[in-house]
Nanobody, 113 residues
Framework: QVQLVESGGGLVQAGGSLRLSCAASGTIFVTMGWYRQIPGNDRELVSSISLRGDERYADSVKGRFTVSRDKAKNTVYLQMNRLKPEDTGLYYC?????????WGQGTQVTVSS
């Protein structure tokens, strides 16, 4: 059974930083993604990383977010710097493309202006 557990969210002022973690169990995904959802919007892909280490970023976070992966721990991280109020949302990890029934609870990121 696949389980994804996100952590590390919180409340931060604009310009601040947070580091999100996603611990996966039950399988190893070739490519892992970080997604975020803002109320009223569709879930969007923020970043992804493959087992080879290929990284992808949404234009809105390029230069500010860095994704990394610890294969031994089957854990993916998202270092978020220079946060903006528009980064506020519920952040999830999943495979990329996502597995429909594998969404975790997510971790809330709130950036105050």
């Amino acid at each position: 059974q696949v389980q994804l557990v996100e952590s590390g969210g919180g409340l931060v002022q604009a310009g601040g930083s947070l580091r999100l973690s996603c611990a996966a169990s039950g399988t190893i995904f070739v490519t892992m993604g970080w997604y975020r959802q803002i109320p009223g919007n569709d879930r969007e892909l923020v970043s992804s990383i493959s087992l080879r280490g290929d990284e992808r970023y949404a234009d809105s976070v390029k230069g500010r977010f860095t994704v990394s992966r610890d294969k031994a721990k089957n854990t993916v991280y998202l270092q978020m710097n220079r946060l903006k109020p528009e980064d506020t949302g519920l952040y999830y990890c999943n495979s990329h493309p996502p597995m429909k029934n594998s969404w975790g609870q997510g971790t809330q990121v709130t950036v105050s202006s």
